[in-house]
């Protein structure tokens, strides 16, 4: 009876292990060790930290080719276009960054039906296609800047690559907000100022000017209206909306990310009743076993439900050729063969 008891508690171990570490999925503990870091490998290099953005490229490719386009329909049809006006080439690219990003203010507007059917299509194609490119630029560039965002908050400890690769990636949408609200914090600032500087206006008006262009509310009654604003604006709406945008973004998918952590977590600690058990019995064997146990914790966390255990156990059962409840290298040869 000891033999048996001892044979099984070695076949049930070996299991386990053989589950956890399965060379078809992720180890289960997700802990690091530096026991576990390989002396012969080299040291990661900074810039292998981060999945940079390879569209980054094409990316500013087709935003230069968009503004460019934009300017010059904008400068053919200058005439056509009223309000203040300064450089023919400059409030061509003003205009157009104004109508892409939907501030407005109105301190241009077109004035015939050519120059208003432009608009409107620069309009629609600018939230379509620009703000989806852009939000990928943004994606860029706040992960560059997430190590040293992760380096100051532990100024005080030694921190090496693999520590700041295994703080990011358990809180990588915190450090997004962190980095996402501080980029805007400087941007709103910069605004400000350069209004009260150059266009001479007074703090409150400023600031005012700046919070209606960044929520792209744009009244029109505050903008810029020299060369130098213009150009300034050009650069500091696109950066400064989309930033704004993206911030939001980051917030909402940390509120949705905490609340689906909490469930996890509730689900993880609370105690297992009879009613479970029978719930994550799916052969009704009266024997829960680890995959089973793994699958109902799974079904409770919302993070899989019936209609996926169906496609997937469809798919084992469409790999297991012989029918024998196991898959082997002749099961999927044949079931290949047979397709």
């Known amino acids: 009876m000891a033999q048996d008891f001892n044979t099984k508690s070695r076949t049930t171990s070996s299991s386990k292990r053989r589950l956890r570490r399965s060379r078809s999925a992720p180890r289960g503990d997700c802990t690091y060790d530096d026991n576990d870091v390989k002396t012969d490998e080299p040291p990661l290099h900074p810039s292998q930290l981060f999945n940079l953005n390879p569209n980054l490229r094409r990316v500013i490719m087709f935003l230069a080719l968009y503004l460019t386009i934009g300017t010059l329909c904008f400068y053919l049809v200058r005439n056509q276009i009223s309000g203040h006006k300064t450089n023919g080439v400059l409030d061509a690219v003003y205009f157009c960054v104004v109508t892409m990003t939907t501030v407005g203010y109105g301190d241009l507007v077109p004035s015939s039906s050519t120059s208003r059917l432009l608009a409107c299509a620069f309009v629609f194609s600018g939230m379509v296609l620009v703000g989806h490119l852009l939000s990928r630029a943004a994606d860029y560039l706040v992960e560059k800047q997430e190590t040293l965002l992760v380096r100051a908050f532990h100024l005080r400890q030694s921190s090496g690559p693999l520590d700041i690769l295994k703080e990011l990636q358990t809180n990588k949408l915190r450090y997004k907000c962190y980095v996402t609200f501080l980029i805007f914090a400087v941007l709103f600032l910069a605004g400000t100022i350069f209004l009260v500087t150059f266009e001479n206006m007074p703090v409150i008006e400023a600031f005012y000017c700046v919070c209606s262009t960044v929520t792209t509310l744009g009244y029109g009654d505050k903008s810029f209206n020299s060369g130098t604003g213009r150009l300034f604006a050009v650069f500091w709406i696109l950066t400064s909306t989309i930033c ?73 059962e469409n790999l297991d050729y012989d029918e024998s409840g196991n898959l082997t290298n002749s099961d999927i040869v044949l079931a290949q063969i047979q397709r």
Do not use: P
């Not at 939001?248 to 609370?270: P, S």
């Not at 109902?296 to 255990?309: N, Q, R, T, V």
């Open 244 to 316: 704004l945008a993206q911030f939001l973004l980051y917030v909402a998918e940390l509120n949705a990310e905490t609340k689906q952590r909490e469930l996890v977590k509730w689900v993880l600690t609370r105690r297992i009743t009879n009613n479970d058990l029978e719930a994550a019995d799916l052969d009704e064997d009266r024997v829960v076993e680890a995959a089973e146990f793994i699958v109902y914790k799974l079904k409770e966390m919302g993070k899989i439900d019936e209609k996926d255990i169906s496609g997937i156990m469809e798919e084992f």
